[in-house]
């Protein structure tokens, strides 16, 4: 059974910092490029970072370039999204994705909730 379990979410001032998992089983986890996205109420989910099968590279959104690490640790299937900086407009949903490099399979987790007081 595949399953994507995100942790770590929770209420923080602006400017504190959160560091999400994303718990991977059930698949491969070394064939998959791995992804985090948000969604804040009332708008579209969104590509906050990704990162290739290898961890040899990863991509950020503008929005949080800088603010923002992704990391993984395939010996462990699990990866990470480190969150400095933190402003309200962070605020959402975090899901974590895995997409395979071979066929374009892609799973989802359930998400974490993010909260960034204003």
């Known amino acids: 059974q595949v399953r994507l379990v995100e942790s770590g979410g929770g209420l923080v001032q602006p400017g504190g910092s959160l560091k999400l998992s994303c718990a991977a089983s059930g698949f491969t986890f070394i064939s998959y490029a791995m992804s985090w996205h948000r969604q804040a109420p009332g708008k579209e989910r969104e590509k906050v970072a990704d990162i290739t099968a290898a961890g040899e590279s990863a991509n950020y959104a503008d929005s949080v370039k800088g603010r923002v690490t992704i990391a993984r640790e395939n010996a462990k299937n699990t990866f990470y999204l480190r969150l400095n900086n933190l402003k309200p407009e962070d605020t959402g949903v975090y899901y974590c994705?895995?997409?395979?490099?071979?066929?374009?399979?892609?799973?989802w987790g359930q998400g974490t909730q993010v909260t960034v007081l204003s």
């Open positions: 994705r895995g997409v395979a490099g071979f066929n374009g399979e892609e799973y």
